[in-house]
């Protein structure tokens, strides 16, 4: 597996790399070198591989020459396959005030995945995977040395309501234990772990407050727009806010990612999405109440602990006894498999979801 260190992904890192004599080996990921010509020109860039940077027909020439990959910019997508970092809501929400959601990355990203997923294009399929795989490679540099622990919910849940607070508070309490709050990075209990992660770093009444004002747009429907403006009006309001991570998927297009998340993974392939958030919340999951998408993410995260096909168990907690014994009788048939296995000792139920955070940490020692 190629080293962090070997890949290049800002002008500030290619030029410090140049200064130290050769780029043999390296890859470039989408960095403009057009004003850069000089350097390629007379840097050695054996076995390098350049991904989606522009540079000037002679450089490009020089360094095929010299024995690297060059993978071309493609143009007019909307967006960027060779990617070296994780998304920003301010950059899939560009454009929102001037032009409307329509016209942001991320609309216009989800419009081309509509128009090409079924369309049999291998170029499409080739571009979507490329994506994908560079997005994994960005998360697991920015995830380097944290703790992980995945909060699951509905994306039905709205502003203003008891549940979007409580999921709101349990991202502040985990976040401010240490540990990296990430979520599906969509609407609903998702957009409310991100926000009290989000509000982790200020006064308690800041997320209050926050709650107050969402609470007037209580939903993505009807419009998206007026949505994510309410949520870049309180990020204006209390800026510098905690970090936290959103992985979002195209796949469920019409939900739009929440704008609390600080670094957006957002990917193509739902599946490579699902599995990747469960996999990377090392230090456990807090589900809240949910239907048929957060059943799925239960055995989906229980199926390896089972197996120990991750390691040892991560903790798992599920948040409103009523819901998880009655209404949707998961609980049940996790305490079954759990029987006789070490993950047994790694599950617990809770009657609130102020509870969660301590019953996740007494799992995690």
Known sequence: ????????????????????????????????????????????TSESVFLGCPMETEAAAKVRAGGALVFPPVPDLPF?????????????FEGLTEHGYVRTPDALAYAWFQRTKTDGDIFASMLRSIHDDAVSDALDE????????????????????????????????????GLTVATGGG????????????????????????LELLGKTPSFRPSIGAWAE??????????????????????????????????????????????????RSTAGVVFLPGAAGT??????????NYYESRGEPTPMVLVDRDHWTRRLPTWPLLEALAEGRSMKARIALV????????????MLG
Request: proline content about 6%; cysteine-free.
């Open 351 to 362: 009657d609130s979801v102020d509870e969660a955070p301590e019953a996740l940490l007494s």
């Open 80 to 92: 960027d396959p060779y990617r070296g970092t994780l998304y920003s809501p301010a950059e899939l």
């Open 295 to 304: 059943v799925q993410e239960i055995f989906d995260n229980a199926t390896p």
């Open 230 to 279: 309410a949520a870049f009006a309180v990020r204006e309001r209390w800026p510098d806010g905690g970090a936290s991570v959103g992985i979002p998927t195209w796949f469920y297009g019409h939900e739009p990612p929440n704008a609390f998340a600080s670094h957006i993974a957002k990917y193509f392939a739902n599946a490579t999405r699902e599995d990747g958030l469960l996999a």
């Open 1 to 44: 597996m190629q080293e962090p260190d070997r890949e290049i992904e800002s002008i500030e890192e290619f030029d410090q790399v140049v200064a130290r004599g050769t780029l043999a080996g390296f890859r470039v990921q989408s960095v403009d070198l057009t004003g850069r010509t000089a350097a390629l020109l007379s840097t050695d």
């Open 187 to 210: 609407p609903g209990a998702m957009e409310a772990a991100n926000l009290g992660a989000y509000t982790a770093p200020h006064e308690d009444a800041v997320l209050d407050e926050a």
């Open 142 to 177: 920015f995830l380097v040395g944290t703790r992980v622990v995945g909060v699951m919910g509905g994306h039905a849940l709205e502003r203003g309501s008891d549940g979007f607070a409580g999921a709101a508070r349990l991202g502040r309490a985990l976040a401010r234990t």
